[in-house]
Structures are given as structure tokens and as C-alpha cells.
């Protein structure tokens, strides 16, 4: 059963912008909160940005100020508008639920940012 498909990501240049998108299972998305997730290779997993059911968002400091994490309910979909990209922002991104992560993560998204 899949739960999450993550898409959206690409190569870009420093500075610029990507918006990924994540379709969500309709149980997951009306249960849980829902967090954008990013990790490169030989590190953890680490939170990007979450949102609760009310719209309300919590951001990891290394992305505040440029990253927004939306939802569409209508659409059990999570957004994640990245903008002002910076190399360090390279990353597989990956959408689950937070705290908790359910234990079948999608294949997640790869976003590249390199000149």
C-alpha cells in the first residue's frame, strides 16, 4: 500500500526555486501531522518543516525564511515551496507523518542545487 509519492524535484541553480509535492493516503493525511524530511548520503534523516491540521507550520532554522509547507485538503496533498536554494539544501526529500514516522517511506525526491 502506498502511502506517499513524492515529486518535484530537479537540478537547479543557487538561488533558485523548486515545489515539491507529496501525495498523501487520505487516512494518513486526515490523522497526522505532516513534515517534509530531507537526508544526504551518510547522514540521518533530518525534519525539514511540518504542518498540523490547522495550518499551523514549524520549520528547521537552516530553512526559515525561505521554505513553505502548505496542504491542500482537498487534495491530501503536502506541498514544500522552496525558494533562495542553496547547495547545502541538496537532498533526497522525503514527506511522512511527525513526530512519529510511519514505517513505509516513499521513494522520495531528489533536489540538487549546483551551478
Known amino acids: 500500500q502506498v502511502q506517499f509519492v513524492e515529486s518535484g524535484g530537479g537540478l537547479v541553480q543557487p538561488g533558485g526555486s523548486l515545489r515539491l509535492s507529496c501525495a498523501i493516503s487520505?487516512?494518513?493525511?486526515?490523522?497526522?501531522?505532516l513534515a517534509w524530511y530531507r537526508q544526504t548520503p551518510g547522514k540521518q534523516r533530518e525534519l525539514v518543516a511540518y504542518?498540523?491540521?490547522?495550518?499551523?507550520?514549524i520549520y528547521a532554522d537552516s530553512v526559515k525564511g525561505r521554505f513553505t509547507i502548505s496542504r491542500d485538503n482537498a487534495k491530501n496533498t503536502v506541498y514544500l515551496q522552496m525558494n533562495s536554494l542553496k547547495p547545502e539544501d541538496t537532498a533526497v526529500y522525503y514527506c511522512?507523518?511527525?513526530?512519529?514516522?510511519?514505517?513505509?517511506w516513499g521513494q522520495g525526491t531528489q533536489v540538487t542545487i549546483s551551478s
Open positions: 511522512n507523518s511527525w513526530p512519529y514516522p510511519q514505517n513505509d
Open positions: 504542518i498540523n491540521r490547522g495550518g499551523n507550520t
Open positions: 487520505r487516512t494518513i493525511f486526515s490523522i497526522y501531522v
